[in-house]
């Protein structure tokens, strides 16, 4: 009767090596998707903060990872793609998320061997108040313990290149066919910074001539804009307001009791 000899180290070496092998693959992918604008912020806050790019932490790869231990992420777009990191993040470490807004933007066409075709700037602007839109998946957190959220208004030039023919991009996102795609985003100045961590953070971004109890209409004509029925909707859902009455069709709300 043979017997079969079994290697207790086999299977924790084999975990180990395929989660090395994950996080390598990870790391790969999020550097050969990565914006010229990620990158410039990246390596201008691992500089701040003295902090390490593309660490694995928690089995996942975070942007910095500080000496002190705090976590640095950086979205250029979509902030809902972070809610599943920053629920894991948050359990352990501090987390700061950085967000730039894009309130100038200049749109450079090049043709596809590289020559300029044209240039000038988008008529489409941002404020602080279009970061609402990008908090609906991340209010849960955002009064959270150790969580910070910078936000950015930054100019930043869009590279597109023009093609031959109208096409569809790969996530076929567009509506209308066009003649070129987006290629590259580069950051060009930080116009200034916005840092989000209590409550009075949050709340100082109201009209200082609010009336006690007010409406979307009222936010909207204070300066708020179109946003102010998003801003309603985050901020009822962090505990901030509360509704008090509904005057015909409109809802009036007023600071939370305890704020």
Not at 29 to 45: C, M
Not at 70 to 90: D, R, S
Not at 146 to 171: A, D, M, P, Y
């Amino acid at each position: 009767m043979s017997t079969k000899k079994i290697n207790i180290f086999t299977k924790p070496i084999a975990l180990f090596l395929f989660l090395v092998y994950k996080c390598i693959v990870s790391i790969m992918i999020n550097t050969y998707s990565e914006s010229q604008l990620h990158k410039e912020l990246k390596n201008l806050y691992a500089t701040k903060y003295k902090g390490k790019t593309e660490q694995s932490v928690m089995g996942k790869i975070c942007d910095i990872l500080t000496k002190e231990g705090h976590i640095i992420e950086i979205q250029t777009q979509n902030l809902g793609k972070l809610t599943n990191k920053i629920a894991i993040f948050t359990s352990k470490y501090p987390v700061r998320i950085v967000y730039p807004l894009v309130i100038k933007k200049t749109i450079e066409t090049f043709s596809p061997e590289g020559d300029l075709l044209s240039k000038r700037q988008s008529p489409k602007k941002q404020n602080i108040n279009c970061i609402f839109k990008e908090l609906t998946s991340l209010y849960p957190f955002l009064l959270g313990k150790g969580l910070v959220l910078e936000i950015l208004e930054t100019s930043i030039t869009e590279i597109r290149i023009k093609t031959n023919t109208v096409i569809q991009l790969e996530n076929k996102s567009r509506r209308y066919k066009k003649e070129w795609y987006k290629k590259d985003k580069k950051l060009t100045q930080i116009h200034s910074t916005y840092t989000f961590e209590t409550e009075k953070d949050y709340l100082a971004l109201f009209p200082k001539n609010l009336p006690a109890e007010f409406s979307a209409q009222d936010l909207c004509s204070l300066g708020v804009g179109k946003e102010a029925h998003c801003m309603i909707w985050v901020y009822k859902r962090m505990g901030l307001i509360e509704f008090t009455e509904k005057k015909g069709r409109r809802n009036y709300f007023r600071l939370t009791s305890k704020k």
